[in-house]
């Protein structure tokens, strides 16, 4: 095979990337000059490849700062409805290649940078990532504020500009170390401070009633500091925001207090009202009912809720004196989405601020909170479920509690109408959960103030209304909803895998990166002998380009030939990691047994977080590493098995692996993984999927057909039927012998050596109180795996499936999951209208 192409070479191919007019590039090397000028200290004369990287983003966020401007121009001006999208993680990755594309300045960026004599990748990479979420929940909100811009929607987004996001990972020892991700440690060139919106923030204080209405007195305040970060959609001038809230303490915090009679105290006491926005805090699909995280939790809401309304009120650009006095029209021109319970608490503060600051009377205040709000669910697990103990919020929000008991009374009092006499109704469906303590469930609370409440594959949307929400689908049938996630491939595609968006752009033309379902077209090269050719190229380099990655990153040598099999996630129970880990001991064993034996080499890489305090997370990833350390030093297995530790999995290391993906892993036991994006990314990159009926790979495996994927395991029924007569493990560990050695080599130390016990408990909890059933599906995965590996053998057979594949995956941009949210939920319309450039007259056009 000839030698791949160097990246420069490649880049300099590729149409996607927008054309390098001379006149556009001679302007960025000036501008790039100007700002390196600037940047470099009158002290420092030698520039270092960060001040390059910093001149370059300064360069490319000119180009978006008329754009931005106009945007919120535009949206002033033609006053459409706004929809605000609430979430306490946007996990954004890095910006400035993303910003790039959608600009359309990336072939110009890139010429200008070369013939400065500057490597414009060795730049990007200096980019650190925004990790300010956890994994699936925050990377789709992320998806969503690029399709929000790119479907021309005035659409917002609202979170916390944690201080440290995700922590970084390392593997010492074979064990998960964190470390703080100091992100902001070299500053941020995307974001914009705006100290001219900051807000109060009010907690603790009692509730005093008055002639007036209910006073919350006597609260702590803490000032909201607004960050602004644009937001670009795709190729058509808008630029939309995204604001990010920090923690400030007002100038008088704690000075007030004259017993303090220390100033140098009360000042240092500063950090306990910033400490709000510090950290974000590392658990996914898990609740723990801190402190800290409830006022996070209502800092967000307040500050956001208190802009939504003075951008409600005031009217044209640039003016913020108050026009609108009546908030009849507040439901017609906001939509507030809620992703996940984490901001359910914007339901009762909007009603605190209608009832108690702008004096509405609470059924008018109800119906506006109703018709403005809706939920998106995003897991079934019960430990994930928020449910704030009361006691609480009698301390920290006192006020609200009031408005939560009120909305729960009103709400009871209707169930009560419709089901009379039936109590046990009342006590399951009631917002306040009795017991000790007694606790809110803010899911309920989001069930019952919200207009429309989804889920996020049709899959978990069916569970939603018929097991976890049973009872409120009953009273209010209309509000349930399916919306299936999708990702956006700008960065999902073109960014990560410019080589195959060409390849594909060369058949059916480039309208495909913002109408993805275009991609089908693509299927009347299923069978042509140049393009199958081209689809395996770009697969081979894409393998080639991580191997070498991986082996400068963390010294492993991996054979590129070999099927490169990837489960990249959160560590999960429930996302099965321990099957693969199982499955690979496997296939160690049966290279042991029968060495001379033709096998199908493959290389299994497996990535992701665990939550630090999530005991059985870690001591998994310990066992993928000591089961690696075992067979990566066995001549043995020599260049045809490897398992590999991805170590600090994120944005920017998704977009190297995914493209060089050959096997997709999505095992989770079915019914338990609410929707993933993960498989979605794979499917549009050319990997194969092995997977259960699961969340969205269902819906792939409709849209693929399912016999061009690799499903394998019990569905749905299958697990209520084992829970109805029992799972027993133990007979699945008697009955299949592969099974049994594996395990007895894990549980006997074969793998830790040193500790033969160090992985007992994982065998335990295997054996005798594994929820997820890892050993009910093992045989067939095993067997699904066997089925993989025949197919590779045949290279044009497996690159015809890709084809095949990667043409149904149209479904899944984050484009059509936006536009049914839009049109079904928040009653706006998607726009193609293009916004003139800066340098054009700005003229109002529908």
């Not at 497996?606 to 310990?622: E, N, S, T, V």
């Amino acid at each position: 095979m000839a030698p791949p192409l160097t990246d420069k070479e490649k880049r300099k191919q590729i149409s996607v990337r927008g054309i390098a007019g001379v006149a556009d590039v001679a302007e960025i090397k000036r501008d790039f000059n100007r700002h390196l000028h600037f940047t470099l200290v009158k002290d420092r004369n030698v520039a270092t490849p960060r001040d390059y990287y910093f001149a370059l983003a300064h360069t490319v966020r000119d180009h978006l700062v008329g754009r931005w401007i106009r945007t919120q121009q535009y949206y002033y001006e033609k006053d459409p409805k706004r929809v605000y999208y609430l979430s306490l993680e946007f996990y954004m990755g890095r910006t400035l290649q993303n910003t790039m594309i959608n600009l359309g300045l990336q072939n110009a960026c890139d010429e200008a940078i070369y013939q400065l004599g500057l490597d414009i990748e060795e730049l990007e990479e200096i980019e650190e990532d925004a990790g300010l979420g956890n994994g699936g929940l925050g990377r789709l909100a992320a998806c969503f504020l690029d399709s929000m811009a790119t479907l021309g929607l005035a659409a917002y987004g609202y979170g916390i500009r944690y201080e440290f996001g995700i922590f970084n990972q390392k593997i010492s020892n074979g064990w998960q170390v964190e470390e703080a991700d100091d992100w902001l440690r070299y500053g941020n060139p995307w974001e914009k401070a705006r100290p001219e919106y900051m807000l109060p923030v009010h907690f603790y204080g009692r509730v005093e009633k008055t002639e007036g209405g209910v006073k919350w007195v006597d609260t702590q305040v803490v000032l909201a500091m607004p960050y602004d970060t644009p937001v670009p959609g795709y190729h058509n001038n808008t630029v939309n925001t995204m604001r990010l809230w920090s923690a400030k303490a007002p100038n008088d915090f704690k000075l007030h207090n004259f017993n303090v009679g220390d100033y140098i105290e009360a000042v240092l006491d500063r950090n306990l009202a910033e400490n709000i926005s510090r950290v974000l805090y590392p658990n996914d699909n898990f609740f723990e009912g801190k402190e800290l995280r409830l006022k996070q939790e209502y800092f967000v809401v307040a500050a956001t809720l208190q802009d939504i309304i003075r951008r409600f009120k005031s009217s044209k650009f640039g003016c913020r004196d108050p026009v609108r006095t009546s908030f009849d029209t507040f439901p017609e021109k906001v939509a507030i989405q809620l992703n996940d319970t984490h901001p359910a608490l914007a339901i009762p503060e909007l009603i605190r601020i209608l009832v108690d600051i702008e004096k509405l009377d609470w059924d008018k205040a109800w119906d506006i909170t109703y018709r403005t709000c809706a939920y998106t669910n995003h897991t079934v697990l019960p430990e994930a479920l928020e449910r704030w103990p009361v006691f609480m919020f009698e301390q920290l929000l006192p006020r609200h509690l009031l408005i939560i008991y009120d909305i729960n009374h009103r709400h009871l009092e209707r169930v009560a109408a419709m089901f009379p006499g039936d109590t046990d109704r009342l006590r399951r469906m009631s917002l306040i959960e009795e017991g000790d303590p007694k606790r809110i469930n803010m899911a309920h609370l989001c069930v019952v103030g919200s207009h429309a409440v989804n889920g996020v594959a049709q899959i978990h949307s069916d569970i939603v209304r018929n097991t976890v929400f049973k009872d409120f689908y009953e009273v209010e049938p209309e509000k349930f909803q399916n919306k299936t996630n999708g990702i956006t491939p700008r960065r999902w595609l073109l960014l990560c895998n410019s080589g195959l968006a060409d390849i594909i752009a060369e058949r059916i033309g480039e309208d495909f990166l913002s109408d993805l379902h275009q991609v089908k077209k693509i299927l009347q090269f299923v069978d042509d002998e140049a393009f199958i050719r081209d689809v395996a190229k770009v697969k081979q380099e894409s393998k080639l380009k991580f191997a070498s990655f991986l082996y400068k990153q963390q010294q492993v040598k991996v054979n590129p030939d070999s099927i490169f099999d990837v489960q990249v996630k959160r560590i999960h129970e429930y996302k099965r990691q321990l099957l693969n880990c199982l499955h690979a001991v496997t296939l160690y064993n049966r290279i042991k047994l029968h060495p001379n034996r033709e096998f199908v080499p493959r290389t299994v890489i497996i990535g992701g977080k665990a939550a630090p305090g999530y005991h059985m997370a870690k001591l998994i990833i310990k066992l993928i590493t000591a089961i690696g350390q075992v067979i990566n030093n066995d001549p043995a297995a020599g260049d045809r098995l490897k398992v590999i530790y991805l170590e600090n999995y994120r944005v920017s290391l998704a977009e190297r692996v995914i493209p060089a993906a050959d096997v997709s892993e999505q095992i989770s036991t079915a019914g338990t993984e609410a929707s993933g994006t993960g498989n979605m990314k794979f499917m549009l990159n050319g990997a194969l999927t092995v997977g259960t009926m699961d969340g969205a790979t269902v819906e792939m495996a409709e849209e693929a057909g399912e016999e061009n994927l690799f499903i394998f395991g019990m569905r749905v029924k299958d697990v209520e039927e084992m829970d109805r007569k029992g799972y027993n493990a133990r007979e699945f560990y008697e009955r299949l012998p592969e099974l049994k050695l594996a395990v007895d080599q894990i549980q006997s130390g074969f793998f830790s050596p040193n500790e033969p016990q160090l992985f007992t408990e994982v065998v335990d909890m295997l054996i005798n109180h594994d929820r997820f059933k890892v050993f009910a599906d093992y045989e067939d995965y095993v067997r699904c795996q066997e089925r993989v590996s025949e197919l590779y053998k045949n290279p044009k057979e497996w690159t015809r499936m890709v084809i095949r594949n990667i043409a149904a995956s149209g479904k899944f941009s984050s484009d059509r999951t936006i536009s049914q949210y839009a049109r079904e939920i928040w009653g706006v319309e998607p726009s193609d209208v293009k916004i003139p450039a800066p340098n054009k007259p700005l003229e109002m056009r529908e």
